[in-house]
């Protein structure tokens, strides 16, 4: 029988998309290190910010700081993270509502294990020091005090 | 309220309002968002046979059971039977051009590639399907849907079990197959002379 074939295969995209101003001016906040949702007219607010309103379909432009605190709605936990995570060490990841904010996001949850986490608890963001204007630039949420 | 489309809506525009902190920034307009996808790759039984034929300058495809048609590469089964097709057919490595493009912009990881170069649907003599490949040895402007081409393969000491022997395709200089009759319309054009006889 003849010897089992087998090849390394990758699939690579170097993509880079232009944002339009919604999530161009969160990015924005992003890389100044503040956190940005859009107001609707019903004066409830989507975070992360979307450029319409997902009921209505209208522009959506008022853009409004939230956070950096906030409430864990859910969560799981990741053991071992993928090679091309933003995270080398097991984390957990959440669905959080920032303060000021009526939608949870997803990101990163930075404690040591599952113990730590509780749906209900007050997170907070993690900045990393360099930023440049990307998702990554919040390294993600810890329990609330953590990092005093 | 009924909006004007000849207006765009103000999201696109960039008439945003944002906080106090942000109004003298320079705005983020774009992000970088590459994907990656890595794959182990191990042929099932039919693109076994393939590649390892391959490795005997030979391009194998399969047969349909149910109305002879010709696969390459063979995937084991006739998709559209839902049948199974154990039989191989060895196939010449000459055919045509069943439909090409142009690429005159760099792809990233291809480095190998001069650009302009054609990719393009080599139908072989015998196959009822096309397969991808480049086509050289011509300029790119006279490349044309039913010229005929051969292999041009690599030389013997290099040969392996993959498609990539292959290193192109040339013009054979025989007369075109007429257009209605190459490509997927060489199936159909089969299909009717059949239908003539039958």
């Not at chain 2, 693109?47 to 034929?53: D, M, R």
């Amino acid at each position: 029988m003849a010897e089992r074939l087998r090849a390394d295969l990758v699939l690579e995209y170097p993509f880079t998309r232009t944002t339009g101003p919604v999530i161009g001016a969160f990015l924005t906040g992003l890389r100044e290190g503040i956190i940005l949702g859009i107001r609707r007219p019903d004066g409830t607010v989507l975070c992360p910010p979307t450029e319409y309103d997902p009921e209505s379909s209208e522009p959506l432009t008022d853009l409004v700081e939230v956070g950096p605190g906030g409430e864990l709605l859910s969560w799981t936990w990741v053991d071992p993270p993928r090679s091309q995570s933003p995270w080398d060490q097991p984390h957990g990841l959440g669905l959080i509502r920032l303060d000021g904010a009526d939608t949870p996001m997803v990101h990163g949850l930075l404690v040591d294990g599952p113990e730590g986490l509780s749906v209900g608890m007050r997170v907070t963001a993690r900045w990393r020091p360099e930023r440049e204007g990307h998702i990554a630039d919040l390294e993600g949420f810890v329990p609330e005090g953590a990092d005093q | 309220m009924s909006a004007d489309p000849s207006i765009p809506p103000a999201a696109l525009s960039g008439e945003v309002s944002l906080p106090e902190k942000l109004a003298d920034v320079e705005p983020v307009r774009s992000v970088r968002t590459p994907i990656r996808l890595e794959y182990d790759f191990i042929p099932g039984s039919a693109s076994s046979g393939y590649l390892n034929a391959f490795a005997d300058r030979k391009i194998l495809g399969q047969q349909s059971p149910v109305d002879g048609a010709v696969f390459v590469p063979p995937r084991g089964v006739d998709p559209r039977h839902g049948a199974a097709t154990p039989e191989y057919v060895e196939l010449p490595d000459t055919g045509h051009v069943g439909g090409f493009c142009v690429t005159r912009l760099p792809i990233p990881g291809r480095d190998d590639l001069e650009i302009p170069y054609v990719s393009a649907w080599i139908h072989l003599d015998g196959a009822d399907i096309g397969f991808l490949g480049l086509v050289a040895g011509i300029d790119t402007s006279e490349v044309r849907m039913g010229m005929r081409v051969r292999a041009v393969w690599k030389p013997d000491d290099e040969l392996g079990r993959t498609a990539e022997n292959i290193l192109y395709w040339e013009p054979t200089g025989e007369p075109d197959i007429p257009v209605t009759a190459a490509g997927t319309n060489a199936w159909h054009a089969k299909q009717a002379a059949a239908g003539e006889q039958g």
